[in-house]
């Protein structure tokens, strides 16, 4: 027996040989050793709440001193008021403009002109002795969503990463990064509280979770952030891919449609990062390929079929067909081609598949012939882009 097996057995005798010497003697061993290991249970609970609000507060403090040295870097490379003004505010599909509160209507009387929001952005962080750079407090930023912090601090980074890139203001972001895992950390934090959200949606959707998604996306889409980004959380981006697309698939209840084009188009939002739609496509490609096989097997035996997953299939081929589409208009089809094994398989299987299953399931090969077009059309222009001088 080697040194330690032989301490944790020698600990575990004299624990329990205390736990026999202290009992109270209306008490059985056993029952007293219940009884104790509650108490602990409890006590670690407690301190482990402890722990994670201590560290929640000290990220949150990294947050704000990284805003604020890159903020006071701006100050130093030029007055950031004439750029603030002259910037168009940012709006799409899931969010609002950049200064807006995420998913309320205002009133007309509510409402604040664009000139005016950048004047107040400006005001905002007029810069201090000790400049602190407070996080924008947004409509979604209460108690009860503990993730809006994160979301704040991303915004707002994004919003001063604009700002360095351009004329006079132009920062060398590369000064801060040793307080990059602040960034990575609130990445990742917010990427475990997607996950939790995801794996059990909730009708109707909160501006706040399709805004997150929009977030993430660009932020990825940055050289200098994803770079950080990806080196922590890569394991973590891939478990949330895994989770829409499983909820895709696996929701079966009756009035599932709306979530699943929510949760379709959180997919395509993620997919607009060109770093990340190569291996959303191989993972869509993948199902499908996979649900192919199985109508085939099916088709040869006359077997009943899961009727929920086969209407389910049709928003990947939806997010699939908005991805390609996307990765042609970008001109980045020379990283999507038929090196991926899963692309290599569906257009291998291509045709065979459609002859067999066109009679049985005709509209499911029609998406089929659709998406082996798009693909086709992807792989033609990257040969044409390789054989350019």
Known sequence: ?????????????????????????????????????????????????????????????????????????????????????AQEPRSSENTLSLLEDSGCG???????????????????????????????????ATPENPLSSHMQFLQRLLELKNLTASGSLKTDLSLFETDSSAV?????????????????PKFPFSSFWTEAVDTLARLISDCDLSNHILKKCSKKLEEFEKTLLQIILRNNHINRFQVQHYVSQSLVT??????????????????????????????????????TCYENIFYLFWVLEQLLQKETKEGNTSSIGHDDQEIRKFLQKHDETIFQLSDAFPLFTFYLWRLGILLNSVETETVENNSLP
């Not at 482990?48 to 560290?55: G, H």
């Not at 190569?278 to 192919?292: D, G, P, W």
Request: with cysteine.
């Open 106 to 140: 205002l009133s007309n009387e509510q409402r604040t002109e664009p000139s005016e929001m950048s004047q107040h952005f400006v005001e905002s962080c007029t810069p201090t002795p000790f400049p602190p750079l407070p996080i924008v407090k947004r409509h979604w």
């Open 184 to 200: 990575s950390d609130s990445v990742f934090q917010l990427l475990d509280g997607l996950i939790t959200f995801y794996r059990k």
């Open 270 to 307: 993620l997919g607009s990062c060109s770093l990340l739609r190569k291996s959303i496509i191989s993972l869509l490609l993948s199902e499908v390929n996979s649900f192919a096989d199985d109508l085939g097997a099916v088709n040869q035996v006359q077997a009943s079929y899961d009727v």
């Open 1 to 85: 027996m080697d040194d330690r097996a032989w301490y944790l057995r020698t600990s575990k005798l004299a624990l329990a040989l205390a736990i026999i010497h202290s009992k109270p003697a209306d008490k059985s061993s056993r029952d007293y050793a219940e009884h104790l290991s509650r108490v602990v249970s409890g006590q670690e609970a407690k301190w482990r709440s402890k722990v994670e609000a201590l560290e929640a507060e000290v990220l949150q403090l990294r947050q704000k001193l990284l805003l604020s040295r890159i903020y006071s870097g701006l100050f130093k490379s030029g007055d950031p008021s004439s750029q603030l003004q």
